[in-house]
């Protein structure tokens, strides 16, 4: 059985910073390409980071701020966001990627509050 597992979120000022975690069970990690979700009600869930075995990529409105990355040793997909705004609060989804067969896992979201 596959699990993806957030923590991390909570309420931060703007300016802040916070790290999100997704612990992954049931796949081959190392195998998946993973990635950083987020969406806000009413909006549609939009795309944060991915990182691949060599390459990461990241939303324009989150480059420079947020930094996405993997231990694959540990099973565990990370999100450094720093320089928060009001504008990231938003629950954040993990995401993992099979490529080869198009297989898709989400976890099911940590929250991300950014106020004064």
């Known amino acids: 059985q596959v699990q993806l597992v957030e923590s991390g979120g909570g309420l931060v000022q703007p300016g802040g910073s916070l790290t999100l975690s997704c612990a992954a069970s049931g796949i081959i990690f190392s195998f998946y390409d993973m990635g950083w979700y987020r969406q806000t009600s009413g909006k549609e869930r939009e795309l944060v980071a991915t990182?691949?075995?060599?390459?990461?990529t990241y939303a324009l409105s989150v480059k420079d701020r947020f930094t996405v990355s993997r231990d694959n040793a540990k099973n565990t997909l990370f999100l450094q966001m720093n320089s928060l705004k009001p504008e990231d609060t938003a629950v954040y989804f993990c995401?993992?990627?099979?490529?080869?067969?198009?297989?898709?896992?989400w976890g099911e979201g940590t929250l991300v509050t950014v106020s004064s």
């Open positions: 995401n993992a990627k099979f490529r080869p067969s198009g297989m898709n896992y």
């Open positions: 990182i691949t075995s060599g390459r990461t």
